[in-house]
């Protein structure tokens, strides 16, 4: 997923060297229905745990708050159900990271 983050990092400083610097071609309705695309899908997985349908509270979320969880796996007992729910649902997290990230990347390069 590090891979795919410095990927997208990469894509998205180049997205905004070529609106800044004007090369950007295309109808700007257009680009700006492209760069809200990029950060619809990549807002909810850093700053929401619950998703679209949940209500999260309006207090101070970490980022990635639906891995905020992975501190407690050193603690746990590998063979606790505990251990097991909770490596699950962290494994969930990562996979929408990482699809998000994947998205995020294919609209970049849609928009260069």
């Known amino acids: 997923m590090l891979d795919l983050a410095k990927k997208f990092t990469d ?9 800044a610097s004007g090369e950007a071609e295309g109808e700007p309705r257009r680009l700006n229905r492209q760069l809200l695309a990029i950060v619809h899908g990549v807002i909810p997985v850093l700053y929401t745990a619950a998703g679209p349908f949940h209500h ?16 407690r796996l050193p603690e746990l007992d590998p063979e606790s159900d505990q251990f ?13 990271a ?15």
């Open 98 to 112: 990482t699809w998000a990230l994947k998205v995020a990347i294919g609209r970049c390069e849609a928009i260069l």
């Open 56 to 71: 999260d509270p309006a207090s101070s979320v970490p980022a990635l708050p639906g891995l905020a969880g992975a501190g």
């Open 11 to 19: 894509r998205a400083q180049a997205v905004d060297h070529m609106l």
């Open 84 to 96: 097991g729910f909770l490596y699950a649902y962290l494994m969930r997290e990562v996979n929408r």
